[in-house]
């Protein structure tokens, strides 16, 4: 099965060119001018960008959190991503302390498995520390598992400082790459409690327990650790000024260190939290918090110049029923925001076309990084010879206004409502099939597990 897309812009992160691609079966066979094959179907791709498939490394899936399960499980969740042009997800695996390695990731195959629209893989939740986890991870990279996830935040989660850096120390043994929650634990508690005591539990509470300094804090002290463990690390969902402040120093005193946002950092603010009307405040309860225009800046200029390397979206929904459940607490409304179909088209809209990066950044921070920094290029991550024929078929022509009803995701609501839109996704190939075309799906859920190597970035 042969087709030919032709007369397109290839894009990719390190230039773009007019060319057509000929795919044959799952993989791109050819990438050339005036290609012809008289057994391919032609597909005009004339005035379209061919965008390699978007990879979203930050998701979570039926993910049970707050006594609460999201609200996009892998059927929903990878169907929405995979209309918003992601071909590829990576979500997190996650043991409960007590359980094993080994229980967490057969658990997240077992959630995962034929019912997934785009090809997925996990990283793996280390969220305990003792002999027993320590003896899995050689058996964690030989099923495909090369990165892993620790918290400074949330006591469910937390393995403290010490086995945060025995766990890295131990990571690097085996060439694997840790992502980090970056939020200081204690001090967020002391100011919960503080805010409780004076009868502060509307969500305006949430961004003022969680500033920006203790995100800086928590970056600096695992930068620290990491430091002396002589490891490269990744900051996941980096959303402040004062924050990437300290990744640059890190950087200053010769580490290498991986920066993640998310498009709720580049494009929202904390205003969000003061409304007067619960919900539409409670909605937009996310961890870290949402800050300050002046942090969007930082972070667009960080994307801009290759401070940042991956946008990704940190997918945890829930519907507005699940968000009352902070009605008269603002610590029990369950954080996380919608977004896995809606990177894309925001990073085009916000990054491309009103000049902040170019098409070339685009491709490079939503696929070719992610691709690279996790193992999957070059498989996924570029449009070339050999590779997956994973491609996004952009159309940069037109304006839309984002709304909740025409996207797919199980929940009632975008926290990007209303936003204006600059062009939109044609068409999403998956291994060389027409998976999506103009926002309907075109194929039954046949995303692939895909095991992975180790950082290349
Ligand atoms: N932050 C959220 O808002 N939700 C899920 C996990 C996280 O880190
Ligand atoms: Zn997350």
């Not at 998701?59 to 892998?74: E, G, P, R, Y």
Request: charged share 25%; with cysteine; aromatic share 8%.
């Amino acid at each position: 099965m042969k087709t030919l897309l032709k007369g397109g812009t290839v894009v990719g992160a390190s230039g773009s060119r007019r060319a057509d691609v000929l795919i044959e079966n799952e993989i791109i066979a050819k990438i050339g001018e005036d290609l012809r094959d008289v057994d391919a179907r032609v597909v005009d791709c004339a005035g379209m960008l061919l965008l390699p498939g978007f990879i979203d490394a930050h998701t979570h899936f039926d993910l049970d959190v707050c006594n609460t399960t999201t609200a996009d499980d892998f059927e929903s969740g990878s169907r929405s991503a995979l209309l918003g042009g992601t071909t590829t997800v990576i979500d997190f695996a996650c043991p409960n302390k007590g359980e094993t390695l080994q229980y967490g990731l057969d658990l997240w195959h077992k959630k995962a498995a034929g019912r997934t629209f785009c090809d997925y893989s996990f990283h793996m939740t280390i969220d305990d520390w003792n002999e027993e986890i320590i003896a899995e991870i050689p058996a964690m990279f030989r099923q495909g598992i090369s990165s892993f996830k620790m918290y400074l935040t949330y006591p469910a989660m937390m393995i403290g400082d010490k086995n945060v850096f025995l766990a890295l120390q131990e990571l690097k043994k085996h060439g694997g790459i840790a992502g980090v929650h970056c939020e200081n634990a204690d001090v967020i508690d002391a100011l919960i409690a503080q805010a409780k005591e004076q009868g502060k539990m509307a969500p305006g509470s949430h961004p003022r327990t969680r500033p920006a300094p203790l995100e800086a804090e928590a970056v600096d002290r695992l930068l620290k650790m990491a430091e002396v463990a002589d490891v490269p690390v990744v900051v996941v969902h980096l959303s402040s000024a004062a924050g990437y402040d300290e990744v640059l120093q890190a950087r200053a005193r010769g580490q290498k260190v991986f920066v993640e946002t998310c498009p709720q950092y580049l494009l929202l603010d904390d205003s969000r939290y003061d409304q007067a009307d619960y919900l539409e405040s409670a909605k937009f309860v996310c961890a870290p918090p949402l800050r300050k225009a002046q942090d969007q800046e930082v972070l667009w200029k960080a994307l801009a110049d290759g401070g940042i390397q991956t946008v990704c979206t940190d997918h945890c929904s829930f519907t507005l029923q699940q968000k009352m459940a902070g009605q008269d607490d603002f610590t029990k409304i369950p954080g996380g925001l919608p977004g896995v179909e809606t990177r894309g088209i925001l990073l085009y809209t916000y990054g491309v076309a009103k000049g902040r990066i170019s098409k070339e950044k685009m491709a490079e921070v939503l696929s070719e990084n992610p691709a690279k920094l996790y193992g999957l290029y070059p498989r996924k991550g570029i449009l070339a010879e050999g590779s997956d024929a994973d491609i996004v078929v952009y159309d940069p022509a037109g304006q839309h206004k984002l709304t909740h009803e025409a996207l797919s995701a199980n929940v009632d609501y975008s926290p990007f409502e209303g936003f204006d839109i600059a062009g939109s996704v044609r068409q999403v190939w998956l291994r060389g099939t027409l998976a999506a075309q103009e926002g309907r799906l075109l194929q039954e859920a046949g995303g692939i597990f895909l095991p992975r190597g180790k950082c290349r970035l």
